[in-house]
């Protein structure tokens, strides 16, 4: 049953930012979100990353480098609405 | 090198809900927060934490139980201004 859970709730928490960043790209309305938590977040991704190539674990590169994307996409219209 | 990296990331994604949960404590505006992405995130986080107590992984459990708390906090929020 596992086998399912895990990659179920990779594609989840990795997909999640696909419809903030179509409402941000819609609508240029970032208020509500925190920048703090944008730059610790890309920040963390972005060691996930490293973390991933250097283990050397596929999903975990696969996971991290499309959420570094996504989370990036936000923190840069974050920063551009300031 | 990597016994820093991974627990770093690990804190970083973590730790970056605090500001936002913060934010909308004060301010109560989730305008620009995307439900889909809440909704889909904190389901994902859910099922990472089963992931990490069928694998009996500590740093699993630990990490995505408070991220599923902070995220739930959002999710609260941004469904009572719908």
Same mark, same amino acid.
């Given at each position: 049953m596992d086998a399912y859970i895990g990659p179920i709730a990779a594609i989840l928490t990795t997909a999640s930012f696909i419809p903030? /960043?179509?409402q941000v790209l819609k609508t240029k309305n970032t208020e509500g $979100?925190? %920048?703090g938590m944008y730059a610790m977040f890309v =920040?963390? &991704?972005f %060691?996930?990353?490293i973390h991933g190539i250097l283990i050397q674990d596929v999903p975990v590169i696969a996971a991290n480098a /499309? =959420?570094?994307v996504l989370a990036s996409i &936000?923190? $840069?219209f974050k920063i551009k609405s300031k």
């Open positions: 903030q /960043v179509i $979100i925190s %920048l =920040t963390g &991704v %060691l996930w990353l /499309v =959420t570094f &936000v923190l $840069i």
